[in-house]
């Protein structure tokens, strides 16, 4: 039977290839500068963030969700930001994302979280298609900005 288990610090190297294999799905393995020793810095030591694998019935790893708090200051609480959730192409329509994402509400319920969130790119409908099936909604009047490298470097000096 299919279930989640939650990554441990022995995982980075298999967090890392999901992490690849997402890139390479999105045609962006040019912005890819992870590394095993940064994962386990910022996910284990640190604890910024969190991960959840999704396992087939032999206990493999086809799925991946990478999350972490953030916070509504309407709700007056903290929520989930799913950053990213990946499945292996060959697991996909098997409801291993389904089995990621209700894991994900169910901690949000657990925590007392006001809500559970994410970004989907515009070209990936098959994704849109599958988040709005199970109920999410897009946030027409909200555009997400991001400010990275040399224009953050500036911002914060």
């Known amino acids: 039977m299919a279930k989640v288990r939650a990554a441990t610090p022995d995982d980075v190297e298999l967090i890392l290839s999901f992490i690849w294999r997402l890139a390479e799905y999105e045609h962006l393995e040019h912005e890819v500068v992870a590394t095993p ?3 386990k810095e ?4 640190k604890k910024k963030a969190e991960v959840l694998f999704a396992l087939n019935d032999e206990g493999k790893e086809v ?10 200051t309407f709700l007056g609480r903290a929520g989930i930001y799913l950053e990213d ?4 192409p060959e697991a996909r329509g098997q409801g291993y994302g389904t089995l990621l994402l209700r894991a994900l509400a169910k901690l949000c319920v657990e925590r007392g979280c006001g809500r559970l969130e ?5 070209w990936n409908t098959p994704s849109l ?3 709005q099936n199970l109920g999410a909604k897009p946030l027409e009047e909200w555009v997400m900005l991001r ?3 040399d224009t953050l470097q500036d911002m914060g000096s």
């Open 129 to 131: 298609n599958f988040y």
């Open 118 to 122: 994410w970004s989907c790119l515009k």
């Open 42 to 45: 910022w996910l284990f030591d």
């Open 63 to 72: 799925g991946m969700a990478l999350f972490f708090h953030n916070f509504s």
């Open 37 to 39: 020793e940064l994962l």
């Open 147 to 149: 400010v990275t490298g």
């Open 85 to 88: 959730l990946f499945v292996l």
